[in-house]
């Protein structure tokens, strides 16, 4: 089913290797490492916006043996349960991705953008409103908090999934608005959403 989409997914790993070296060159410069923190990013619920993240965290996912793919695809359904529960309770949920196994995510290599590019202060050049400047999480400003900011300018990485995802959305038809946690992702069948 991947086959469709090879070219899209290289230039998605492709992007994605910039965005590792451009994160380590800016966390490395600042002398941050994250090593966990009580207020880990896995247990914060971000959304991801793109079918071709979906494709690519899919791919990696039909890559695990069955076993654990099924394991994995249960805890991910429990997790979008109680994600839905403590929202409809007006409480903001934190808990653990489903792919964190012993303070590891098991498809390292294939995580979106945002599981990338967390963590240290950054800016973005937004069409409207101007240049957004972004903090650093509670574990940077703990360790490197003081230090004056480095600039980690998003916008070309913003631009180039923005290209991947209309030439997706080009190729399959869909224009419908997509809005996954990792969990949701993990649950959902590619076949019925392409």
Do not use: W
Not at 30 to 42: E, I, K, L, R, W
Not at 82 to 104: F, H, T, W, Y
């Amino acid at each position: 089913m991947f086959d469709k989409y090879i070219d899209f997914l290289n230039d998605l790993k492709l992007l994605y290797d910039r965005m590792d070296h451009a994160y380590g060159e800016i966390s490395d410069a600042y002398g941050f490492h994250c090593a966990g923190c009580s207020d880990n990013c896995c247990l914060t619920r971000f959304f991801h916006h793109t079918l071709i993240e979906f494709l690519y965290l899919q791919k990696g996912f039909a890559g695990l043996d069955e076993s654990l793919r099924e394991a994995v695809r249960k805890e991910a359904e429990e997790v979008t349960e109680k994600v839905r529960q403590a929202e409809d309770s007006g409480i903001v949920p934190q808990i653990m991705c489903p792919l964190n196994k012993k303070g590891l995510c098991i498809l390292y290599e294939y995580r979106p953008m945002i599981c990338r590019l967390h963590g240290i202060p950054h800016e973005f050049a937004h069409p409207v409103r101007n240049k957004i400047l972004g903090p650093g999480c509670h574990e940077f400003e703990k360790q490197c908090g003081e230090t004056a900011y480095l600039e980690f300018n998003r916008t070309p990485f913003y631009q180039k999934m923005a290209r991947l995802e209309r030439g997706v959305r080009e190729l399959t038809g869909i224009t419908d608005k997509f809005k996954k946690t990792v969990a949701q992702m993990l649950v959902e069948d590619p076949e019925k959403i392409l």
